[in-house]
């Protein structure tokens, strides 16, 4: 997010070498042939499949310098990342919580303070509210936003009970907040001139 590439570019590296971490993992927290862990196991190492070429994109778009491309791998990295964790039983907390709509239910929509998604549309790097779906009125950042033409976005939802879930979004469910916001985590590493 702050552009430093000098780090960027030993992600790869570093991030390779879980490779053994997960595989350990994923072969021992669901080692029988039942169904159920044979299921998972797939689930998982799909996961970490898709991980990993997603590592390589960004790999790719670090050497090319290219900051769109960089951000688009790095979301759906963190995505998969995401995912294997909720997959694998990994998080620390259940949210049995499905839907935030019905909180809204006798909110009017005009409550929620947010720049209008058709005039003024997110980019990546803006701190934004979730104005419908089953997230809605959760606060995050786009960290993507994909470039196939479909309307979809990356969120990083702010913390809550320690962890930052993913989400894909339609752009037009995700709002720029508005007014004075506190800097999201991403923003604390000093830019490099």
């Not at 196991?41 to 790719?60: I, M």
């Not at 997959?87 to 209008?116: H, Q």
């Not at 104005?131 to 606060?139: A, N, Q, R, V």
């Amino acid at each position: 997010m702050q552009e430093r590439w000098d780090l960027v570019e030993k992600y790869p590296g570093q991030f390779r070498s879980y490779v053994p971490v997960f595989t350990t993992y994923t072969d021992s927290a669901f080692p029988s042939d039942e169904p159920t862990d044979q299921g998972l196991r797939v689930a998982l190492r799909y996961e970490v499949g898709r991980f990993f070429a997603s590592l390589e994109r960004l790999r790719q778009a670090t050497t090319r310098r290219s900051l769109n491309e960089a951000y688009t791998a790095y979301a759906d990295m963190s995505l998969h990342f995401d995912r294997y964790l909720r997959v694998g039983g990994l998080y620390t907390y259940y949210d049995s919580l499905i839907s935030t709509e019905p909180l809204f239910t006798n909110i009017p929509d005009n409550a929620l303070i947010f720049s209008d998604p058709k005039k003024d549309p997110p980019e990546v790097r803006d701190l934004v509210v979730v104005t419908k779906g089953p997230d809605k009125g959760k606060i995050g950042i786009v960290i993507g936003i994909y470039p196939d033409g479909k309307g979809n976005c990356v969120v990083k939802l702010d913390r809550y009970k320690g962890l930052r879930e993913i989400r894909v979004l339609p752009l037009l469910w995700v709002g720029k907040r508005l007014g004075e916001q506190d800097p999201d985590d991403v923003f604390l590493i000093p830019r490099k001139s």
